[in-house]
């Protein structure tokens, strides 16, 4: 949430030039969230948070996800398929997990039939945005921007001080070079209580192990 009102309010440009003495606000506006089409690309537990936050700022919400959420329904939301998302949303936000089905989910195809000046948020993973055809769509403006806090490509950047190197990724150079890009080094996690929660189910899992009590929170393999 905090991603898509910065981006769409203009918030990191708008410090910078307040920082520097620059008051004008051209290059500055915004839209209104209220009566705004939200996708939602997953509607599991955290989607479905992000859903009930948008549902408060008046917004219409659309789902799409392959195990649908009573939750989700009840806040008014609508399960559609991909053509409605593409040709209706103002913003999409992604909160699916990245499987071999949703790889890329965001393509050059997807982009191509977007509503033009959508917003896209990506908190989830980064193999789920192609982000040279993101890059496409910028340039052509029909994405009217992006903001992420995953990249394809971050396990040679993320969680690395890299301000006096040459950063040879080409890519992400680009795309952070654009004025309604936003990228964050996958803090979205990033809270005290929610290192607390990982620490204690972390201490927890593997007390039960050693006693031999059932794990809470076991992950089946896949047959």
């Known amino acids: 949430m ?3 009102l910065a981006l769409n309010r203009k918030i990191p440009r708008a410090y910078n030039r307040t920082r520097e003495g620059n008051f004008e606000l051209d290059g500055l506006m915004g839209f ?4 705004r089409t939200v996708a939602v690309i997953g509607t599991g537990k955290i989607g479905t948070i992000f859903a009930r936050i948008m549902a408060g700022f008046g917004c219409e919400l659309l789902g799409f996800d392959v195990h649908h959420s009573p939750e989700f329904e009840k806040l008014g939301g609508r399960y559609t398929e991909a053509d409605e998302i593409q040709a209706e949303a103002d913003i999409i936000s992604l909160h699916c997990p990245l499987t071999p089905q949703t790889h890329h989910i965001v393509n050059a195809r997807m982009l191509a039939r977007v509503k033009r000046g959508a ?20 340039k052509s403006g029909r994405l009217g921007g992006i903001a992420i806090d995953v990249y394809e490509q971050e396990a040679s950047l993320f969680f690395k001080d890299l301000s006096s190197t040459v950063i040879p990724d080409d890519v992400i150079q680009r795309l952070v070079s654009f004025p309604n890009v936003i990228v964050t080094g996958h803090q979205a996690f990033f809270t005290r209580e929610a290192l607390g929660t990982i620490l204690d189910t972390t201490l927890r899992s593997i007390s039960d192990f050693a006693a031999g009590r059932p794990l809470a929170n076991e992950i089946a393999a896949s047959a």
Do not use: K, W, Y
Request: a negative charge.
């Open 2 to 4: 905090a991603s898509l």
């Open 119 to 138: 917003l896209l948020i990506n908190t989830s993973r980064g193999g789920l945005v192609d982000t040279e055809a993101v890059i496409e769509a910028l």
């Open 32 to 35: 209104d969230l209220v009566g």
